[in-house]
């Protein structure tokens, strides 16, 4: 999930505006094939490691969910194809629609404190003094840079019941209840952890990103702005909001697709508990395939959680090539 | 007067408020794995350690297995990360230098390809790697890490490449290189920075990667680093010095690699080269 740090890059693609076969006057025609020839060849074997180690996964997992395939089926290696009785069984079933429910809430919720209060920092940041700044960012880019199951972990320790820093803190605030509080109890406060996990990891490409696209706005527009007599909150709302807009669409679907397929901080935290009322749909697909053994059912389960997914993509997609088109 | 005092001070104190609730969770990683144990487990929490013990570190290395995860886990990160960047170099050179049929249609594939929900698809990678055998080995983790960072790294090192400029690589060409002295002489130095951040960002993912490890290597031989970790405190109960002495010991090469390479690799080397 780390590696998706950067938005792909939109640099100055179409540098080549000259054609490859021929800087050199003309050549034997041979030569100009295996020129044009030359870009797919360099391709191939970037292609050929999509298509048999994303392609056939992919394509196994949708075989899969057209199979009754629990323990036995997998000790004896046979396959029993039965239609769409997963898709039925997972469709007209209560968990998947309540799970789906609880994941787009959990995403959405999420999502917006990110997007809010990573905007915020980002603002700060433009804002800051020098000295400050740097500080801040030293302290942002060692959150962005903790390891995801480290990160996980530690807030495991932060929020232990016995000798965990927050209930210390909480119990001194005066709120003597949370003393001994375990937060991994109850399905909102084990959803709080997670998300304070979630928030924190997440803001800081959100504000740094942001950052350094405010310092790209030309001051000129605040001049003019100003001399049009706008205050602080009119150029805010009628620069910057502007310049920033399709910064903020497309982190803002980014985020959303890391969200919804947060299964390590989930997983880890509680393993989807208590009584997997945290689980997401990754880490419902997880337990219902892997741990409960009914494998062709966790494949139905991952298909529709690909569909979701791929839809979501197609939007971002949608979204950044936008933007690239422009900038070009 | 009065305002603008406040004006200036709050920006100021946010700061330090948000700088304190950034750093405190790693800080506490920290503190608590060198503090001993009487301090980790008092009632108040002793905020700034005293007394300093490796106690936690002998216990989190002296688990069985810990050099085989450690030696695991560099094998399977370094080698993704390897061919990952030959391959991609390969690509990004055609996607950002050259002008063929399809190419954006490949740009958005390899887009789609960065967005594959690999959390989603482990019971199918699972029968893949069980039909083939394959179960309990690093080879089917090493291939399936590096495509996991493959189209962000074809994606990034395209924008290097087409960042190092053509006349350069030109000039060399009319200086008597081959299109492929020509790269391996002008561009390739000029692409280290790119090549080093593409190469974290790699490492970052493979490094961290847990739920394939998870369902494919159940052996302790064939073990890495994150789901020893993340099994860690399972296992020692509420040892929280040895489990954050673990955390620690996972998360500095990141930490490091992170704080020092990010600024280096993303300033460019190109600046003054076409220059004069």
């Given at each position: 999930?780390?590696?998706?740090?950067?938005?792909?890059?939109?640099?100055?693609?179409?540098?080549?505006?000259?054609?490859?076969?021929?800087?050199?006057?003309?050549?034997?025609?041979?030569?100009?094939?295996?020129?044009?020839?030359?870009?797919?060849?360099?391709?191939?074997?970037?292609?050929?490691?999509?298509?048999?180690?994303?392609?056939?996964?992919?394509?196994?997992?949708?075989?899969?969910?057209?199979?009754?395939?629990?323990?036995?089926?997998?000790?004896?290696?046979?396959?029993?194809?039965?239609?769409?009785?997963?898709?039925?069984?997972?469709?007209?079933?209560?968990?998947?629609?309540?799970?789906?429910?609880?994941?787009?809430?959990?995403?959405?919720?999420?999502?917006?404190?990110?997007?809010?209060?990573?905007?915020?920092?980002?603002?700060?940041?433009?804002?800051?003094?020098?000295?400050?700044?740097?500080?801040?960012?030293?302290?942002?880019?060692?959150?962005?840079?903790?390891?995801?199951?480290?990160?996980?972990?530690?807030?495991?320790?932060?929020?232990?019941?016995?000798?965990?820093?927050?209930?210390?803190?909480?119990?001194?605030?005066?709120?003597?209840?949370?003393?001994?509080?375990?937060?991994?109890?109850?399905?909102?406060?084990?959803?709080?952890?997670?998300?304070?996990?979630?928030?924190?990891?997440?803001?800081?490409?959100?504000?740094?990103?942001?950052?350094?696209?405010?310092?790209?706005?030309?001051?000129?527009?605040?001049?003019?702005?100003?001399?049009?007599?706008?205050?602080?909150?009119?150029?805010?709302?009628?620069?910057?909001?502007?310049?920033?807009?399709?910064?903020?669409?497309?982190?803002?679907?980014?985020?959303?697709?890391?969200?919804?397929?947060?299964?390590?901080?989930?997983?880890?935290?509680?393993?989807?508990?208590?009584?997997?009322?945290?689980?997401?749909?990754?880490?419902?697909?997880?337990?219902?395939?892997?741990?409960?053994?009914?494998?062709?059912?966790?494949?139905?389960?991952?298909?529709?959680?690909?569909?979701?997914?791929?839809?979501?993509?197609?939007?971002?997609?949608?979204?950044?090539?936008?933007?690239?088109?422009?900038?070009? | 007067?009065?305002?603008?005092?406040?004006?200036?001070?709050w920006p100021n104190v946010t700061a330090v408020v948000l700088f304190i609730g950034f750093v405190f969770p790693v800080y506490w990683m920290f503190a608590t794995a060198f503090k001993p144990t009487g301090d980790i487990i008092s009632e108040d929490p002793v905020w700034?350690?005293?007394?300093?013990?490796?106690?936690?570190?002998?216990?989190?290395?002296?688990?069985?297995?810990?050099?085989?995860?450690?030696?695991?886990?560099?094998?399977?990160?370094?080698?993704?990360?390897?061919?990952?960047?030959?391959?991609?170099?390969?690509?990004?050179?055609?996607?950002?230098?050259?002008?063929?049929?399809?190419?954006?249609?490949?740009?958005?594939?390899?887009?789609?390809?960065?967005?594959?929900?690999?959390?989603?698809?482990?019971?199918?990678?699972?029968?893949?790697?069980?039909?083939?055998?394959?179960?309990?080995?690093?080879?089917?983790?090493?291939?399936?890490?590096?495509?996991?960072?493959?189209?962000?790294?074809?994606?990034?090192?395209?924008?290097?490449?087409?960042?190092?400029?053509?006349?350069?690589?030109?000039?060399?060409?009319?200086?008597?290189?081959?299109?492929?002295?020509?790269?391996?002489?002008?561009?390739?130095?000029?692409?280290?920075?790119?090549?080093?951040?593409?190469?974290?960002?790699?490492?970052?993912?493979?490094?961290?990667?847990?739920?394939?490890?998870?369902?494919?290597?159940?052996?302790?031989?064939?073990?890495?680093?994150?789901?020893?970790?993340?099994?860690?405190?399972?296992?020692?109960?509420?040892?929280?010095?040895?489990?954050?002495?673990?955390?620690?010991?996972?998360?500095?090469?990141?930490?490091?690699?992170?704080?020092?390479?990010?600024?280096?690799?993303?300033?460019?080397?190109?600046?003054?080269?076409?220059?004069?």
């Open positions: 999930m780390t590696v998706q740090t950067e938005r792909p890059p939109s640099g100055p693609v179409d540098v080549a505006k000259r054609d490859e076969s021929g800087p050199a006057g003309p050549r034997p025609r041979a030569a100009s094939r295996a020129a044009a020839l030359t870009p797919y060849l360099l391709l191939l074997p970037a292609c050929a490691a999509t298509v048999l180690l994303l392609g056939w996964p992919l394509l196994k997992d949708v075989l899969l969910s057209f199979q009754n395939l629990n323990m036995a089926q997998l000790i004896q290696h046979v396959t029993e194809w039965n239609g769409i009785d997963n898709y039925k069984e997972v469709l007209t079933g209560e968990d998947f629609w309540r799970v789906t429910l609880r994941s787009i809430l959990f995403t959405a919720v999420n999502v917006v404190l990110i997007m809010i209060l990573g905007a915020l920092v980002g603002l700060l940041l433009a804002r800051l003094g020098k000295r400050m700044r740097v500080m801040l960012l030293i302290g942002l880019v060692l959150a962005w840079a903790m390891p995801v199951v480290a990160a996980t972990t530690v807030y495991q320790w932060l929020f232990a019941q016995r000798f965990g820093v927050v209930n210390w803190v909480l119990d001194k605030l005066g709120w003597h209840s949370m003393a001994d509080y375990s937060w991994t109890s109850s399905q909102m406060s084990t959803f709080f952890v997670v998300t304070v996990l979630i928030v924190w990891m997440s803001i800081p490409f959100v504000a740094i990103n942001l950052y350094a696209a405010t310092t790209t706005i030309p001051g000129e527009l605040y001049e003019a702005a100003s001399l049009d007599g706008a205050g602080a909150w009119k150029s805010f709302t009628t620069v910057t909001l502007p310049f920033l807009r399709p910064f903020l669409y497309a982190t803002t679907f980014l985020e959303i697709i890391w969200v919804f397929k947060a299964f390590v901080q989930v997983f880890t935290i509680n393993g989807g508990g208590p009584d997997r009322l945290t689980e997401i749909l990754p880490v419902y697909a997880y337990i219902e395939g892997v741990g409960n053994q009914h494998y062709g059912m966790g494949a139905a389960i991952a298909v529709l959680t690909i569909l979701i997914l791929l839809g979501l993509t197609a939007y971002y997609l949608r979204i950044v090539l936008k933007q690239e088109e422009e900038e070009v | 007067m009065k305002r603008s005092l406040f004006g200036r001070l700034f350690p005293t007394d300093v013990t490796f106690e936690h570190f002998r216990k989190a290395t002296g688990v069985d297995h810990f050099w085989t995860y450690v030696s695991n886990s560099l094998i399977v990160t370094l080698c993704a990360v390897g061919f990952a960047l030959v391959v991609a170099l390969a690509g990004s050179f055609a996607l950002a230098r050259m002008r063929f049929k399809g190419r954006r249609g490949f740009v958005i594939g390899f887009m789609m390809a960065q967005m594959a929900p690999w959390e989603v698809m482990i019971i199918a990678m699972y029968m893949i790697v069980r039909d083939a055998s394959m179960l309990n080995s690093l080879v089917p983790l090493t291939v399936f890490y590096m495509m996991m960072i493959l189209p962000f790294t074809i994606l990034t090192l395209r924008g290097f490449v087409a960042a190092v400029p053509r006349d350069l690589e030109e000039a060399a060409m009319v200086d008597g290189c081959t299109r492929a002295q020509a790269f391996r002489k002008v561009i390739l130095p000029l692409l280290a920075p790119g090549l080093m951040s593409t190469s974290l960002f790699g490492f970052i993912t493979a490094w961290n990667e847990l739920p394939l490890v998870l369902v494919l290597n159940k052996e302790a031989e064939a073990q890495t680093l994150p789901l020893w970790l993340s099994s860690f405190q399972t296992a020692f109960g509420n040892d929280w010095g040895a489990t954050m002495a673990a955390s620690s010991l996972f998360a500095v090469p990141i930490l490091i690699l992170f704080v020092f390479l990010q600024r280096k690799a993303v300033s460019g080397l190109t600046a003054g080269a076409v220059k004069g």
